[in-house]
């Protein structure tokens, strides 16, 4: 028996990757209370690293699929990581444990800011809000972007990206359907062919 066959696979889902209903209503409403700006990161922590219900490929493969998808990725996130775990259900508990409570509050503080709009408070909290989601985003970007440093490939697309929505301001579709075929072709190039 080769040393092989006894180390882990890399890819292999993690052995604990079934939760409870339960554990993913409260994972995903502690998420969306705490994750301002998105949350992706606070989904990866708990699901790759505390959890283990996805392994790092799922997750990223999972939040490649949730930029194609309408509505925020974190969302998708969450129905992904619940699917993957418990199927429909899981996928309905971690949707609701991260959409019930932000709602709530989003709802009621969007019935207020229409009658406050106005007070320069309230604008000058929101430009702050503003630029701290903005920081946590490139944040969040650029740790998503890390694995990838060394690949030119995923840098060249990851600089297109930027630049046709930072610079260029390109709508996102357009984007992703001139990127999504491109990042598939310049794979498919690259790829070492079996002999």
Same mark, same amino acid.
């Given at each position: ?89 899981? *996928?309905? %508990? =971690? #949707?609701? @444990?991260? !959409? ?8 009621? /503080? $969007? &019935? +207020? ?44 697309? *990851?600089? %297109? =990206? #930027?630049? @046709?929505? !930072? ?8 984007? /992703? $359907? &001139? +990127? ?16």
């Amino acid at each position: 028996m080769s040393t092989e066959a006894l180390q882990p696979d890399a890819e292999a889902p993690p052995s604990s990757s079934r939760a409870s209903l339960g554990t993913l209503f409260v994972e995903f409403i502690k998420i969306s209370l705490l994750g301002f700006g998105g949350g992706i990161v606070l989904a990866h922590r708990a699901a790759v690293e505390r959890r283990c219900w996805l392994t790092e490929a799922e997750f990223a493969d999972a939040l490649t699929l949730c930029q194609f998808m309408p509505g925020p990725n974190v969302v998708g996130i969450a129905i992904c990581i619940g699917a993957k775990t418990r199927g429909v259900s899981g *996928a309905v %508990a =971690a #949707f609701m @444990g991260f !959409a019930l409570i932000p709602g709530t509050i989003g709802f009621t /503080l $969007a &019935v +207020l800011y229409l009658g406050e709009a106005r007070i320069p408070v309230v604008q000058h909290t929101l430009s702050g809000i503003s630029a701290a989601a903005a920081g946590l985003m490139i944040g969040t970007g650029l740790r998503f972007l890390k694995p990838h440093w060394r690949d030119p490939r995923a840098m060249t697309l *990851a600089g %297109a =990206a #930027f630049l @046709g929505l !930072a610079i260029v301001k390109l709508p996102l579709l357009l984007l /992703l $359907a &001139v +990127l999504a075929p491109l990042g598939i072709a310049m794979s498919a190039l690259t790829r070492p062919r079996m002999s």
